[in-house]
């Protein structure tokens, strides 16, 4: 394991020590903004107890690390660690408004080393309930490459005219991470070790009284 992973590694156990394995939660947000209410998660490269999730004060930032998001290749290794996913659950505090726009933006960090001929690739797809501008980009590493990588992926999102001047909510944005393996022989590995994330309202206008 590369010193990296094993300082991620001592990490998630700190963190999961006061998290529970699945969900995580935190308090202090503003209630006439958009935050994240809490973040929920399932799939083969975030299994319960392997990830751990902290927030910011007032919940407008999240970070999750990931112990065991690691799609592989080589001799004795079944394909299917040649891919690796998680289906993050980023729920949404909305205010009641007339009108808003936050904007989401989510750093990926992570390790890929591959020989020549094989190709790692790493990427999500968004899902939500309101209106969501912005696609993230599928990013690839071509070998031979061995280095540390950092991603950031952001996207828009403004409420549906059916929603406006509803009761505050939580809505769920469904995230796909995925880092995958593609092509070539040999040994080769893809991590996702963290997920920092970050949402902004930029315009937020009230109902009328």
Same mark, same amino acid.
């Given at each position: 394991? !590369?010193? $990296? !992973?094993?300082?991620?590694?001592?990490?998630?156990?700190?963190?999961?020590?006061?998290?529970?394995?699945?969900?995580?939660?935190?308090?202090?947000? +503003?209630?006439?903004?958009?935050?994240?209410? $809490?973040?929920?998660?399932? %799939?083969? %490269?975030? &299994?319960?107890?392997?990830?751990?999730?902290?927030?910011?004060?007032?919940?407008?930032?999240?970070?999750?690390?990931?112990?065991?998001?690691?799609?592989?290749?080589?001799?004795?290794?079944?394909?299917?660690?040649? !891919?690796? *996913?998680? #289906?993050? *659950?980023?729920?949404?505090?909305?205010?009641?408004?007339?009108?808003?726009?936050?904007?989401?933006?989510?750093?990926?960090?992570?390790?890929? #080393?591959?020989?020549?001929?094989?190709?790692?690739?790493?990427?999500?797809?968004?899902?939500?309930?309101?209106?969501?501008?912005?696609?993230?980009?599928?990013?690839?590493?071509?070998?031979?490459? $061995?280095? +540390?990588? /950092?991603?950031?992926?952001?996207?828009? #999102?403004? &409420?549906?005219?059916?929603? /406006?001047?509803?009761?505050?909510?939580?809505?769920?944005? *469904?995230? *796909?991470?995925?880092?995958?393996?593609?092509?070539?022989?040999?040994? %080769?590995?893809?991590?996702?070790?963290?997920? +920092?994330?970050?949402?902004?309202?930029? #315009?937020?206008?009230?109902?009328?009284?």
């Amino acid at each position: 394991m !590369r010193p $990296s !992973r094993m300082l991620l590694a001592c990490t998630v156990a700190l963190l999961a020590a006061t998290a529970v394995p699945g969900t995580a939660h935190a308090t202090g947000p +503003d209630p006439d903004s958009v935050y994240i209410a $809490s973040i929920t998660y399932g %799939g083969t %490269g975030c &299994p319960n107890g392997s990830t751990a999730s902290s927030f910011g004060v007032d919940r407008t930032s999240a970070t999750m690390i990931f112990d065991s998001f690691v799609a592989s290749t080589g001799t004795g290794v079944p394909v299917t660690e040649r !891919r690796k *996913n998680c #289906q993050v *659950n980023l729920n949404l505090h909305i205010p009641r408004s007339l009108a808003w726009l936050a904007t989401i933006k989510i750093d990926h960090r992570g390790y890929v #080393q591959v020989p020549a001929g094989m190709t790692g690739r790493r990427g999500d797809v968004f899902h939500s309930p309101d209106l969501v501008l912005g696609t993230p980009a599928l990013t690839s590493f071509a070998g031979p490459v $061995s280095k +540390d990588y /950092l991603v950031t992926d952001s996207y828009l #999102q403004a &409420p549906l005219a059916s929603t /406006l001047c509803a009761s505050e909510t939580v809505r769920p944005d *469904n995230i *796909n991470a995925e880092v995958r393996l593609d092509g070539g022989s040999g040994s %080769g590995q893809i991590t996702l070790d963290s997920l +920092d994330i970050r949402v902004t309202t930029t #315009q937020l206008l009230r109902c009328p009284s």
